[in-house]
T-cell receptor, first 113, second 114 residues
Framework: GDSVTQMEGPVTLSEEAFLTINCTYTATGYPSLFWYVQYPGEGLQLLLKATKADDKGSNKGFEATYRKETTSFHLEKGSVQVSDSAVYFCALSDRGGNNRLAFGKGNQVVVIP | SQTIHQWPATLVQPVGSPLSLECTVEGTSNPNLYWYRQAAGRGLQLLFYSVGIGQISSEVPQNLSASRPQDRQFILSSKKLLLSDSGFYLC?????????????FGPGTRLTVL
């Protein structure tokens, strides 16, 4: 079935550093791809999305490009802030009528001042 | 605009007790509704989804059940809680239709079973 794989382990980096979180997927057809962010003690918020190959989603300085040839949707930000500390989830939608999402395991990002 | 509510926000229950978590959506009609569980240190597991009143699909067989008595109300229940039911429960909604596949999440319920 459809699945999403995120890089293992938390990510710790200094303020203003460059952030990359890897995400690869396995799917039949042409899924939509998402990044969600979860701040401590809260639900998930949609960060960005892309619905077709070569689309770039962007929001709050974060970007991710839908790469069909490498089945990837890596998240990047050029200069992180302490407020970006959160858990980041990559997800895909099977685009069926019920819009089910498959999530990766998430990556804890800690930004140190 | 649309909003999604969950309650309670936090719940501590003994093993073997019943459970009822509620989720309601405002500002939209006939949404798809979803229940997820997030166990400590793990990703999100889809438990149930619903495409309409009384229509429930179960993803993972377990001692939980879901019901949708009204269009914008989704309830997660259990007759007897297990220790393994502890976790963070998230409700989500999306618009119906294959091209409107973004899911929007509620604030969650933190359940601790002792």
């Amino acid at each position: 079935g459809d699945s999403v794989t995120q890089m293992e382990g938390p990510v710790t980096l200094s303020e203003e550093a460059f952030l990359t979180i890897n995400c690869t997927y396995t799917a039949t057809g042409y899924p939509s791809l998402f990044w969600y962010v979860q701040y401590p003690g809260e639900g998930l918020q949609l960060l960005l999305k892309a619905t077709k190959a070569d689309d770039k989603g962007s929001n709050k300085g974060f970007e991710a490009t839908y790469r069909k040839e490498t089945t990837s949707f890596h998240l990047e930000k050029g200069s992180v802030q302490v407020s970006d500390s959160a858990v980041y989830f990559c997800a895909l939608s099977d685009r069926g009528g019920n819009n089910r999402l498959a999530f990766g395991k998430g990556n804890q990002v800690v930004v140190i001042p | 605009s649309q909003t999604i509510h969950q309650w309670p926000a936090t719940l501590v229950q003994p093993v073997g007790s019943p459970l009822s978590l509620e989720c309601t959506v405002e500002g939209t009609s006939n949404p798809n509704l979803y229940w997820y569980r997030q166990a400590a240190g793990r990703g999100l597991q889809l438990l149930f989804y619903s495409v309409g009143i009384g229509q429930i699909s179960s993803e993972v067989p377990q001692n939980l059940s879901a019901s949708r008595p009204q269009d914008r109300q989704f309830i997660l229940s259990s007759k007897k809680l297990l220790l393994s039911d502890s976790g963070f429960y998230l409700c989500a909604w999306s618009k119906q239709g294959a091209r409107t596949d973004t899911q929007y999440f509620g604030p969650g319920t933190r359940l601790t079973v002792l």
